[in-house]
């Protein structure tokens, strides 16, 4: 998931490939227990990333992809 993160900060991949790595990070960190804080900020970017995506205009709020970036850039400089 950070790994993926890094890419999408960098430009490198579109904010969409976020997806399953924070999906998978996301149900690991749920079901394991193991680490909350890991599974806190991978629902806190589940979130985000549906607010960019919006597909069904399901949130009021919806973020940029800029947006998106920087927060994400932001979360990883505290990782």
Known sequence: MVE???QFVAGEIHFSALVQPITVCEYWSRTRGINTEVHQL????????DRTWNEYGQHE?????EELRLHIQND????
Do not use: D, F, S, Y
Request: no cysteine; proline share 5%; charged share 25%.
């Open 4 to 6: 993926a993160a890094k």
């Open 42 to 49: 991978a629902e806190e970017w589940q979130e985000l990333v």
């Open 61 to 65: 709020n919806p973020l940029t992809i």
């Open 76 to 79: 990883l400089g505290e990782i």
